[in-house]
């Protein structure tokens, strides 16, 4: 059993007397998605609905909150994870029945990006998360970066409720959609908020659990009233049979719905929610919702969702992490009285404030002058100003307790993932994990000016994102900057000018290629300098073989009989992992490989830890070259959607791209193509596919997997290495 963090001392009640809402009536979520499926039209809603803002900004007028960044006004998409806060109250209306009716609640809400080369941003949101809003399109359903997002959520274990939304477009299907996510998800989706109507004639939602209409009126354009009348006599067999099947499902997995049904006693609006409420916390069910944000049907009831199916950071299970020295498990419950733990999971260059830090809390509470412990660094930061974010409004405060999103200004020595906790109680939490980039440029300053200032910029952004990546090139000296796509680093580049005033030349993108071996290998590596005096001697061989996909490195030292002296162990691995980082072939890192530690011999006196890094370094490249090394290019899963009559066109284009195509469903007049195409052949698609289709057609991608570059295009990629 894992250790738990002491309280301070033990208390029955996990609310500070002095928190505003007490945990129970807490909500901490996100909203995430595909790319222009609705999330930031929805957060802004919710936003509106709740009285926190009192006129509605939209996406394509650049005027929302969430999204405050200039690049993300102009553009019309999410860049970065906005943090934002409200209140809300579940209304009391006749003949319908809600969890937490007439109780104030807080909801703290994350907007994410839904474009896949910001998908980090989504990453670590989830990861200090206790629920989300899944947004899908009505027309479209689930769509590749959705089945991305749902994978994230799945591994952080957050419950979803599923929001299906712009049911007032042409083409919205409500059953496509949820059979889409129960064939590709996997997810045990079932409706409690049917569509009334759809298209142009979306007029609200039916209640399937209270079996009550509810319509908005095309009078009030903001939504902000509707009537509940009983549920229209065309709609009464799909809604009986719709709880028939809600029942059923709730029945097989809750003790207590299943208990009625089998004494035959009636299933009440109460037990029914009660059942869906623990399913959806313990991750089996996922209720969903229909809906059309943009034209403000259906949000009301959606947050009443949210609050009575999502977890409180009571629901949720003890955060885990382990003992910083011992590397024993512990856990931090959920607790007021607890001590200080917390994540730090996105930092921020704020122009008018300076670094900020986002945490989440998981235990305790922290103010102003206290002091945290970092265990990663070993270092107190004492906290001089709190920070509460609405989206680009910040507002000081004073205490945050647990469950609490807040953010620190000012402090020093901090990275995404590190755990900020009580020093006399340290525990190290789990950090989100990230994808490594795929794609990368030469860049460099204009002016000399712009070359001093150019460090500085790009080491700030490396800190705020980890999938961006800064290094100077081995041979050439330029400095080369990493990314998820040619739109991550656009960006990169629009901010260095616009936040830091540096101009610089960007050369072509450059795809982030990798090496493996295909066979195992014995490695041999020898460093002897032996001319009088204090010499160099290390001796280490190493026996290398194929790892599985995506394994990256395994290290095993199987040295036994002292011949490698235990202290030199680690300035062995320390070379091992230093050779990985440029492969034989053209200097790419090489992943995928296991290496056995298996012999070698050292000098009594002139044997160092630097001779063993050295000789591990030799060993492994002499390993790599028995190896049979290939190259590896990155793979992506392309989704086009696309009028028929352009469909051949189409896929003939993805197959000159060295593209093979997965699948091709047909959806009304629209084919959705879907393909994995090498990242390499993907460079101006987009202008490409306009043309193809006239402008008709969309499409979206994400990185897939690694794969073998064929054997006819590795002399060009090499040769092509070599002339940079």
């Keep these: 059993m894992p250790a738990t963090l002491e309280q301070k001392p033990a208390a029955k009640n996990p609310n500070s007397p002095n928190r505003k809402f ?19 039209t929805l957060t802004e809603r919710v936003l509106f609905y709740t009285g926190m803002i009192h006129k509605i900004g939209e996406v394509h007028e650049g005027t929302t909150v969430t999204d405050w960044m200039e690049q993300e006004r102009e553009r019309g998409i999410t860049i970065t994870s906005a943090a934002t806060t409200c209140a809300w109250t579940q209304r009391q209306e006749p003949g319908v029945y809600k969890i937490f009716e007439g109780i104030r609640q ?63 477009r042409v083409g919205a299907d409500f059953k496509m959609s949820i059979d889409s996510m129960r064939q590709k998800l996997g997810a045990n989706a079932w409706p409690v908020l049917l569509p009334l109507g759809k298209e142009d004639q979306f007029k609200g939602q039916i209640d399937v659990i209270n079996k009550k209409a509810v319509i908005y009126s095309d009078s009030d354009q903001l939504g902000s009233t509707y009537e509940l009348a009983d549920v229209p006599k065309e709609y009464i067999d799909l809604v009986d049979k719709t709880y028939a099947d809600l029942v059923e499902q709730i029945s097989n997995l809750d003790d207590e719905v299943a208990e009625a049904v089998l004494e035959e006693k009636p299933v009440t609006p109460e037990l029914l929610k009660a059942g869906i409420r623990r399913q959806t916390i313990a991750n089996k069910f996922v209720p969903v919702v229909a809906g059309s944000a943009l034209k403000n049907k259906g949000v009301q009831y959606l947050v009443d969702a949210v609050v009575d ?77 709190l920070i509460q974010i609405q989206a680009d409004k910040r507002e000081d405060i004073e205490t945050c307790y647990s469950g609490d999103i807040a953010a620190i200004v000012g402090i020093k020595n901090i990275t995404t993932g590190d755990t900020l906790c009580d020093e006399d109680h340290p525990i190290l939490l789990e950090p989100p994990t990230f994808p490594d980039p795929v794609i990368s440029m030469a860049i460099e300053p204009k002016t000399k000016l712009d070359q001093e200032k150019m460090g500085v910029a790009l080491q700030r952004l490396a800190e705020e994102d980890p999938t961006f990546r800064v290094y100077t090139h081995e041979d050439t000296g330029q400095t080369i900057i990493a990314g998820m796509g ?123 830890e630097l001779a063993f890094k050295l000789a591990a370094i030799f060993a492994m490249k002499d390993g790599f070259k028995q190896g049979k090394p290939i190259l590896l290019e990155p793979i992506m899963k392309v989704e086009n959607i696309t009028p028929e009559e352009f469909q051949g066109d189409i896929c003939g284009d993805l197959s000159r791209r060295r593209g093979s195509i997965s699948s091709i469903e047909t959806r009304g007049h629209l084919a959705i193509i879907h393909a994995e195409v090498p990242l390499a052949e993907l460079f101006g698609y987009a202008t490409a596919i306009r043309s193809l289709s006239k402008g008709r057609s969309s499409y979206s991608m994400e990185p897939s997997h690694f794969q073998q570059v064929p054997q006819n295009l590795v002399a060009a990629i090499l040769d092509q290495k070599e002339t940079k």
């Design 309 to 385: 199916y999502l977890p409180s950071p009571l629901d949720i299970p003890p955060a885990k992490g382990q003992d910083p020295d011992s590397g024993e498990p512990m856990e931090a419950a959920t607790d007021d009285n607890g001590n200080f733990c917390s994540l730090a999971f996105k930092l921020w260059s704020d122009p008018f404030v300076g670094k900020l830090v986002f945490f989440r809390i998981y235990s305790g509470t922290l103010s102003k002058g206290d002091t945290v412990y970092n265990p990663r660094t070993n270092k107190r930061e004492r906290i001089s100003r």
């Design 22 to 40: 007490p945990l129970e009536r807490t909500r901490n979520i996100g909203i995430a998605a595909h790319i222009d499926a609705g999330k930031t």
């Design 106 to 168: 807080r909801i703290n809400i994350i907007d994410t990006p839904g474009h896949v080369d910001f998908t980090a941003e989504v990453e670590r949101s989830l990861r200090v998360l206790d629920g989300a809003i899944a947004v899908f399109d009505a027309v479209a359903g689930v769509q590749p970066q959705s089945e991305t997002v749902w994978r994230q959520a799945t591994k952080y274990n957050v419950p979803c409720i599923a929001f299906i939304n712009k049911m007032d």
């Design 486 to 608: 040619e739109l991550h680093l656009e960006i990169i580049r629009d901010r260095m000018f616009r936040e830091f005033k540096v101009d610089a030349n960007a050369g072509k993108p450059q795809i982030a290629y990798r090496e493996t071996i295909t066979t195992s290998a014995h490695g041999v590596g020898k460093l002897i300098k032996q001319s009088g005096g204090r010499g160099q001697y290390g001796h280490v061989e190493v026996d290398v073989r194929p790892g599985s996909r995506s394994s990256g490195l395994v290290v095993e030292n199987k040295i036994v009989g002292g011949i490698i002296p235990r202290e030199y162990i680690p300035a062995v691995k320390k070379g091992i992992d230093e050779a990985v980082l440029n492969g034989v072939l053209g200097g790419y890192p090489v992943v995928d490989v296991e290496v056995d530690i298996v012999y070698g011999s050292f000098h009594e006196v002139d044997s160092s």
